[in-house]
């Protein structure tokens, strides 16, 4: 199989995997998971498949690299996964897929911050448009524990943050 077919394959797979966690961890909980234990339990996989194959490729990070992301991991994601999985136990997995699809707005807008450019008009109408159509669809759906979707809200933040650390960028 090529590297591109490969590639296509498991971007593919990390995109299905991406978009059924909050359905599979409504089931989680239905059969009486936590969100501590889906968490370990997730986390722990993901160190078992990844750490080896990392090892095997001579990936592994050391020293400050090692720490860095670390910290990234530890505060960040497990912030948003906290965030995000206890959303899914407070409220629909509609609701909360809806709230932190915003994490991509969120993301482009805090670029702009980082970056100290004033966000362009059509950053702007896309975060104006993706407010309001998340109000729009989310709104009917605003059921149950409030505090479910200040966490899916709190993960899309998060998240966005997480994926957003300041990189060198060419002159424009």
């Known amino acids: 199989m090529s590297p591109r077919t490969t590639g296509a394959l498991l971007a593919l797979a990390a995109a299905t995997g991406f978009?059924?966690?909050?359905?599979?961890?409504?089931?989680?909980?239905?059969a009486g998971a936590d969100v501590h234990g889906l968490l370990l339990t997730r986390f722990t996989l993901a160190a078992l498949l990844l750490l080896p194959l990392?090892?095997?490729?001579?990936?592994?990070?050391?020293?400050?690299?090692?720490?860095?992301?670390?910290?990234?991991?530890?505060?960040g994601y497990v912030t948003q996964s906290l965030s995000y999985f206890g959303a899914v136990a407070l409220a629909p997995a509609s609701l909360v897929g809806i709230l932190f699809g915003t994490y991509p707005i969120l993301v482009a807008l805090l670029d702009a911050a980082i970056h100290r450019r004033r966000p362009?008009?059509?950053?702007?109408?896309?975060?104006?448009?993706?407010a309001t159509g998340t109000a729009l669809v989310a709104g009917p759906i605003l059921t149950g524990n409030p505090l479910g979707a200040t966490l899916a809200l709190t993960a899309a933040v998060t998240y966005a943050i997480y994926i957003s650390p300041e990189q060198p960028r060419p002159p424009e």
């Open 54 to 75: 990392a090892a095997h490729q001579g990936l592994l990070p050391r020293g400050r690299d090692l720490w860095l992301l670390a910290a990234l991991g530890g505060i």
């Open 120 to 130: 362009t008009p059509t950053l702007l109408l896309m975060a104006t448009l993706a």
């Open 19 to 30: 978009g059924a966690m909050a359905v599979l961890a409504g089931v989680a909980y239905t």
